[in-house]
């Protein structure tokens, strides 16, 4: 078993893990940044920054509904590539409006869920999700 998984031979099994993994962990990492927010509404609503000018309240609630509720169906695996889209928008707005695009200080870890999610965005749920069992999605 251990050989089997420590070899370097290309698998749709493995890559279906991997994709797995990868969508549980950045998940539960950025629904646990989104709860943070959720819970804090009415403290951050007011400072929170602009970015499409609809006002503080309106732009938290954007970034609330990707970072809480997209990541919620990214790790079941629901709705997975159209739950990436709202993620990788407010990543791009985080690393470049918000951290001034400082990929090698503040804007690293922002840099850092961006490109998972653009990764995940091209290779799809994988095996392990429920688009695959729903919708017979690959």
Known sequence: MIKKF?????????????VLVL???????M????YGKL?????YSEKFMDFLY???KVSLALVIAAEFFCSVF???GLFTQLSLIPLIITMVVAVFKAHSGEVFGDGEHGLLYLVIYV???ITGPGKY??????FKVD
């Not at 070899?7 to 749709?12: G, L, N, R």
């Not at 549980?24 to 990492?29: A, R, T, W």
């Not at 629904?31 to 989104?34: K, T």
């Open 129 to 134: 999700s429920a688009d695959h069992y729903l």
């Open 74 to 76: 990214l790790i079941v």
């Open 54 to 56: 609809l006002g503080p």
């Open 6 to 18: 420590l070899s370097v031979k290309f698998t749709e099994s493995k890559t279906n893990i991997a």
């Open 31 to 34: 629904a646990h940044h989104g």
């Open 39 to 43: 819970t804090h509404f009415g403290e």
């Open 23 to 29: 969508r549980i962990f950045v998940g539960v990492l």
């Open 119 to 121: 990764a995940l965005f």
